[in-house]
């Protein structure tokens, strides 16, 4: 039986070490079957002109996660309260920003109704997609409430902080009909290991505990990376 934290996941605000003054509202969804298969998929949809149906999917897998380089630290970002509140599931939220490493660039989808490759250039938004999907370092903030009871948590921790212990779902039979494979070749993607890795600030080995970041303003005023 295949299990998902919500059907269509949960928001989350996504950011790269490269560009963290924008971050993306998306989707979450944390696909899991039995014998420790599990894939996370970070879903985002933009309101371009011209584009209807721009949605576009970042797949992470197992083998993708660089392990014991993944987690749990305090946001880099402010978020004013009505843009948090997006995160919030009922009842006390617990946001967190978990910050994770790649150890090679993750997959990466776009609508098949879509006439244009994203390119980096053609839409603010493709630079966006861009930034995420060649970055070895990915921060997700959001409400862990959303993973529901104690046993889908500690599958995801144990997915984030021991990745060499899973395989991946074929989450690509979900997408074909839908969408498009992106070659991240046109975003220069064996580059990415560039300088996306905060000297001054290292993350630590996964472990659960914190870490202070200096914490900024952000602008979250564009609705052009609102989710659907």
């Known amino acids: ?14 950011y790269s070490s ?32 011209g584009h209807n149906d721009a949605r576009f999917i970042l797949q992470i897998k197992p083998g993708d996660l660089e392990p014991g380089q993944n987690s749990w630290t305090q946001a880099g970002i402010s978020p004013p309260q009505e843009r948090l509140d997006k995160l919030q599931r009922q009842g006390n939220p617990n946001i967190r920003t978990l910050c994770i490493t790649l150890a090679q660039p993750c997959s990466a989808w776009y609508s098949a109704s ?55 779902c074929p989450v690509e039979e979900y997408y074909v009909k839908e969408y498009k494979h992106l070659d991240l070749a046109l975003y220069d993607a064996p580059a990415y290991r560039d300088s996306t890795t905060d000297e001054e ?27 659907d």
């Open 1 to 14: 039986m295949t299990s998902k934290a919500r059907k269509d996941g949960f928001p989350v605000f996504a």
């Open 18 to 49: 490269l560009d963290d003054q924008a971050p993306i509202l998306s989707s979450l969804i944390f696909r899991t079957k039995p014998g420790h298969r599990a894939t996370l998929s970070l879903k985002s949809a933009f309101n371009i002109s």
């Open 114 to 168: 879509m006439t244009t490759t994203p390119l980096r250039g053609m839409h603010p938004a493709f630079d966006k997609l861009a930034s995420l999907a060649t970055a070895s370092k990915l921060y997700l903030l959001f409400d862990m409430n959303w993973l529901g009871g104690n046993e889908k948590k500690e599958i995801f921790e144990e997915f984030i902080g021991h990745p060499h212990r899973f395989t991946a």
């Open 201 to 227: 600030d290292p993350t630590p080995p996964y472990s659960g505990a914190t870490v202070k970041r200096v914490r900024r303003s952000v602008s979250f005023d564009s609705k052009v990376f609102d989710i």
